[in-house]
């Protein structure tokens, strides 16, 4: 029985490790930050943050700890999804959502190499495109072709 509580652990651990991992590896903060006020956005949205890529994805982080995400998905996503979303509370997971909640007309392009901050979230422009967002322990990565939830 003492084998089985040591695997146990020890599996929960490497999970913990592998979550850690994927975590600092994802390069957003070796991305240059932006001013936050640049990417809030006028009412009746105020305080939240809106920004597109490069190629024309449109992402948000709304305020008081509100969900961070964008409204693209990946080719290889399930058929059902438009969204991907992620939370202080939840980890990163698709939605199918009725209408666009991370897209707002007035959104400024985030420059690849660069992040923006509101808040507990992060989000950043990498390489051709791809998004990397960060809320406490959970995030994403979203390129056109994959996606990375944790």
């Not at 240059?32 to 597109?52: I, K, L």
């Not at 939840?90 to 400024?108: C, G, L, N």
Request: hydrophobic share 35%; proline share 6%; glycine share 12%.
């Amino acid at each position: 029985m003492g084998n089985r509580s040591t695997l146990a652990v020890l599996s929960g651990a490497a999970v913990m490790l592998a979550a850690g991992t994927a975590h600092a590896q994802s390069g957003l903060w070796d991305y240059t930050p932006v001013d936050r006020a640049e990417y809030v956005v006028s009412e009746p949205y105020g305080g939240n943050v809106f920004f597109r890529t490069p190629d024309g994805r449109h992402c948000a982080i709304y305020w008081n700890n509100g969900p961070t995400g964008c409204d693209a998905v990946p080719i290889d996503a399930p058929d059902w999804a438009d969204q991907l979303r992620v939370g202080t509370l939840e980890a990163a997971h698709y939605v199918d959502s009725a209408s666009p909640t991370f897209t707002h007309p007035e959104a400024k392009v985030l420059p690849e190499g660069h992040r923006v901050t509101s808040g507990n979230a992060t989000c950043g422009v990498g390489y051709q495109g791809t998004v990397t967002c960060e809320v406490g322990e959970h995030g994403f990565t979203l390129s056109a072709t994959y996606s990375v939830l944790y």
